[in-house]
């Protein structure tokens, strides 16, 4: 069974995404189709848009996907889909094939890394695993295929959502995704300006919490009197460098938060896996280079190596979701699609 060709859809937020994959790691096409002009009309994912929006483009993001990988439905092993957290379309879209894996997209930065970072990953799959989206903050040890063990997650907001926020209150330009507008204006500001406090410094777990750090950047932004209604383009100079100050503190804190809870997190998988190498980081928020950075440093102060898969594979993709559906295969765990109507949105 080791020449498998699966077909993986993701469409669990914002973008509809396909990807071919063969099982030698080959990808054999990606396409993504995204909803950004959408969110930037609506500042955010509102599910029954995003929804509707999927399913308008769908059928022709599959098509596309196997046109370009120059492989018919019939070639497929496999069809693998995201079942969540997130929008549950796949559930109930059809997607017409004998077999389904449902995908829970959170635990793919994981099999990602192993499979496309060579053999050296490949000896040992046990490792942890961070991931950091629009929706969800999860830390996972990953002990083998289909064994997690849940370190740490999402207690209000992601800290991927923050971003979103604080870039849209700072009036930057939301046609991409807030996150690296944010990240770029940063770059310009004073890191220490603004004194945000650290969230849930006297909970000493891996848990995450964004939503009293969005609450203090908003009451900072409205305490100086940054007018949010002016696009960033049209600031004054001194105007745009009291945002690019709140931009810089509050990544400086939002990242802090995640620095204390990753390094708890390797502690605790360390100690019921001494064996693990690496902690992977995906999701959006992971192509963001202060991130990387700043883990890096406590990921190697605790002997382990960070991974972070490249950016186009960090974000909503097929691949990944293909790529879990091989593996699975080849454990031979397959679930059957569950019926339409128990479809649920868990965003
Ligand atoms: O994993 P992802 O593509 O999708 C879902 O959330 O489903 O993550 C999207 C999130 C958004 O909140 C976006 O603002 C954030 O990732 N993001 C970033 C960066 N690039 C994307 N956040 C911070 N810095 C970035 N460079």
């Not at 944010?182 to 777990?205: C, I, N, T, Y």
Request: hydrophobic content about 40%; some cysteine; overall charge negative.
């Amino acid at each position: 069974s080791d020449n498998l060709v699966i077909l993986g859809i993701e469409t669990s937020c914002d973008d509809t995404a396909a990807a071919v994959v063969r099982s030698n790691g080959e990808i054999l096409s990606q396409v993504v189709s995204s909803q950004a002009d959408l969110l930037a009309r609506y500042g955010g994912v509102a599910p029954k848009m995003a929804e509707e929006a999927h399913a308008q483009v769908i059928d022709n993001v599959v098509q596309e996907a196997l046109d370009k990988a120059n492989v018919k439905e019939l070639d497929l092993s496999a069809v693998a889909v995201t079942i969540g957290p997130g929008l549950s379309l796949c559930l109930r879209e059809e997607v017409h094939d004998a077999c389904y894996f449902l995908v829970h997209i959170m635990v793919n930065g994981t099999r990602l890394a192993i499979s496309f970072y060579g053999p050296a990953y490949l000896s040992s799959f046990s490792m942890a695993s961070l991931a950091l989206s629009g929706g969800h903050n999860l830390l996972i040890l990953a002990r083998d295929l289909g064994q997690y063990v849940q370190l740490g997650t999402t207690i209000d907001d992601a800290i991927g959502e923050a971003y979103d926020k604080t870039a849209k209150w700072l009036g930057l330009d939301l046609r991409r995704s807030g996150g690296p507008a944010v990240e770029e204006l940063a770059r310009e500001g004073d890191a220490e300006s603004v004194k945000f406090s650290v969230p849930m410094k006297q909970h000493k777990d891996c848990n995450f919490s964004y939503a009293g750090l969005k609450t203090q950047v908003r009451l900072a932004i409205e305490s100086r009197n940054v007018s949010t209604e002016i696009p960033i383009s049209s600031a004054s100079s001194e105007d745009r460098s009291s945002r690019a100050d709140i931009a810089a503190s509050f990544q400086r804190v939002a990242v802090l938060h995640l620095e204390e809870r990753c390094e708890r997190a390797v502690e605790w998988a360390l100690k019921i896996e001494p064996s693990i190498k690496y902690l992977v980081v995906s999701g959006g928020v992971a192509s963001n280079q202060y991130v990387r950075a700043r883990l890096n440093q406590v990921v190697k102060k605790k002997g382990l190596e960070l991974v972070c898969p490249p950016p186009s594979l960090c974000t909503d993709n097929g691949v990944m979701i293909a790529w879990t559906g091989i593996e699975h295969f080849r454990v031979g765990r397959f679930d059957p699609p569950p019926p339409a109507d128990e479809a649920e949105d868990t965003i």
